[in-house]
């Protein structure tokens, strides 16, 4: 099912963290509010609990997006569902949690065509929370529909040798363990995500050039979506999905 971004002509929108500029990023409701809009992709974070449940959230720490402190790894799944993750974004969204990855996939059962970008956190133990997501996954039936992403080289390598996955890399420079060369971490790679501070019309050939899929984050204003358009970048990772649904729109609309 995530094959067909390799022959898609259309403007591509996908959810960052869910709707992150409008609600508390990585919760069901950014991922449901995103899903209501009509992105066609949703892009989230994974990483460990202390007992190995695999919990959706970005950072390292818990500091910033719940009202708890530590390292996420540090704290067990029933601890991580003690904090707040809603109340540090705006006080009307107090009382929302952290998802487990489980959670996220009983969600997305009633939306069957979004596609998943499955970003696993650089860690220690980032490998094996690739196998526990690719196993959860599977027995959700979404496996089909994911591509997977790390900005650690060695991680997106195991993704893509250890369980033969399209895997989405970055430009060299921000990843970490990158390989250079064509048999390196670029041979690995299906898709790369370029930032809007890095995109150009030339790095985007470059990209296809060398038979990749060139995608783009985070363009959030009807500039940013014109201009990922005319550097050639169609699939779209954003905070704010409005911008480039209607652009979307606009486009389809047109003759």
């Not at 959230?57 to 029933?78: A, K, L, Q, Y």
């Not at 998802?99 to 650089?122: F, G, H, I, Q, W």
């Not at 040798?161 to 363990?177: I, R, V, W, Y």
Request: aromatic share 8%; glycine share 6%; with cysteine.
């Amino acid at each position: 099912m995530i094959e067909r971004l390799q022959t898609n002509d259309s403007l591509v929108v996908a959810g960052h963290r869910g709707y992150k500029s409008a609600y508390p990023e990585n919760t069901l409701l950014a991922f449901q509010q995103a899903l209501e809009l009509g992105v066609d992709m949703l892009e989230f974070d994974l990483r460990f609990s202390k007992d190995k449940v695999v919990m959706v959230i970005h950072d390292e720490t818990v500091d910033r997006t719940t009202n708890g402190s530590g390292r996420v790894s540090d704290h067990s799944f029933e601890e991580l569902k003690r904090l707040d993750a809603g109340g540090w974004f705006s006080p009307v969204f107090e009382g929302l949690k952290i998802p487990t990855l489980e959670e996220l996939c009983r969600l997305l059962e009633a939306y069957p065509d979004v596609l998943l970008n499955v970003e696993v956190k650089p860690s220690p133990d980032a490998k094996e929370v690739t196998d526990a997501s690719v196993r959860i996954l599977q027995e959700h039936g979404l496996l089909a529909r994911c591509v997977f992403t790390c900005f650690d080289a060695e991680v997106l390598a195991y993704m893509h040798d250890a369980h033969h996955l399209k895997t989405q890399g970055f430009p060299g420079e921000l990843m970490s363990n990158y390989v250079p060369g064509a048999d390196g971490t670029i041979s690995k790679m299906w898709a790369v995500g370029i930032s809007m501070k890095l995109l150009t019309p030339q790095l985007v050939r470059e990209v296809r050039e060398s038979g990749l899929l060139a995608w783009c984050y985070c363009p959030d204003t009807d500039e940013g979506v014109a201009y990922a358009l005319e550097c050639g970048s169609k699939l779209m990772t954003v905070n704010n999905p409005l911008p480039a649904l209607q652009v979307r729109r606009r486009l389809e609309q047109s003759p």
